[in-house]
């Protein structure tokens, strides 16, 4: 697909009128957060988008399971509790296992015993790195990542490792917009700082228009699928990445058809 820069705006700003939708989302772990005010959505959006990985419909199983044994209020159970056993040997999603998770879990806590919230942990690290959020984020993930077993899956991905991080830039996305799609909610990063989530499907697409010609979706693949919607939308790169991958998750839809 090769269209002029108008013509691209017209045809996403025609896909985000029709899809960027609340009744579209589901499936989608996004779900998960509508249920939860902020200081319990940062928490509840760690995990979900942490497991956002493999088959959509065993992802949202996965993260209900989790949040069951949360109680209602991650933050106030998470901050209350000593015992980091919480989710039971038997759980499984694909290369996470149940260690992982209850890893996580603990990580949270302590960062919300020393910070309060994830956003302020965030802003710590912002700071830090002096206000460059890669290098902040490579921060973000070794606290949250900390006493995981050797060689274990990451569920929280680090930039330096030049993956393209779509699950921590997913996470990112969701706290950071505010739409009907994206709760939002953090105000200490702005949407045109956001990179756009990339995995197999935004691959894809992107190609399609024209934004990237790189062999493998790592980070500079994102960046660069990122700087392709700046040029369209620079306040908000990341704002047509959910009407977008609806083409690569919600049956029915096929982006090769448009």
Known sequence: MKLDEKNLKSFLEGLYYVYARRKLINPDPLYFLYDYEI?????????????????VNQIMKSVKFILKYLTGDPKKFLLSNANFNIIPESFKHRFTAAYDINN???????????????????CECISIKNNNLLEALNIFSDE??????EKSFNLISAPRDNSACKRLFLYLKWLVRSDEVDPGGWKIIKPAQLIVPTDTHMYNI??????????????????EITEGFKKICPDDPAKYDFVLTRFGI????NFDSL
Request: cysteine-free; glycine content about 6%.
């Open 39 to 55: 200081y319990n959505r940062e928490i509840v959006g760690l995990i979900a988008s942490s497991l956002a990985y493999g088959r």
């Open 104 to 122: 996580l879990l603990k990580n949270i806590s302590e960062v919300l015993k020393k910070y309060n919230s994830i956003e302020n942990f965030m």
């Open 144 to 149: 949250l990542s900390k006493n995981k077993r």
């Open 206 to 223: 992107a190609k399609k228009l024209g934004f990237t010609s790189r062999k493998s979706a790592d980070l500079k693949t994102a960046l």
């Open 250 to 253: 919600r049956a029915g839809l």
